[in-house]
């Protein structure tokens, strides 16, 4: 499944970085805590996180992310939306929970969603 599919099937909002719109989404991965993720998080994965500022792409990036995907309602600032353009990974939006997302996100992308802190 690529990126594109995933924003279409769950409604996500585009808020950046639709470059990357066809990244293959090979895995998930829920959490806040940055080093955690650094450390843990898969390639090609999809992140879900309420974390909204630039250094989530920077995580993103360093893990070869498909995509970032904030949960809860939050919204990225200004400089997350222009690291998310400058390197090409979508940084979508989603209004409910992680927990909803993940358990929709597993029945459609073949993963081991993995959950940190």
Known sequence: ???KELVEQFKLEIAAGQEGLDREVRDGHCGDLLSEVMGKAPEGCVWLTVQGH??????????????VILVGGHRPDKDTLEKADKEG??????????????????SVVSCRLTVGG
């Not at 630039?54 to 995509?67: P, S, W």
């Not at 979508?90 to 997302?101: D, S, V």
Request: aromatic share 6%.
């Open 1 to 3: 499944m690529i990126v």
């Open 54 to 67: 630039q250094n989530v792409m920077a995580v993103a990036v360093l893990r070869e992310m498909a995509a």
């Open 89 to 106: 990974i979508p940084l979508l939006l989603w209004p409910g929970t992680a927990f909803e997302l993940a358990g929709r996100l597993c």
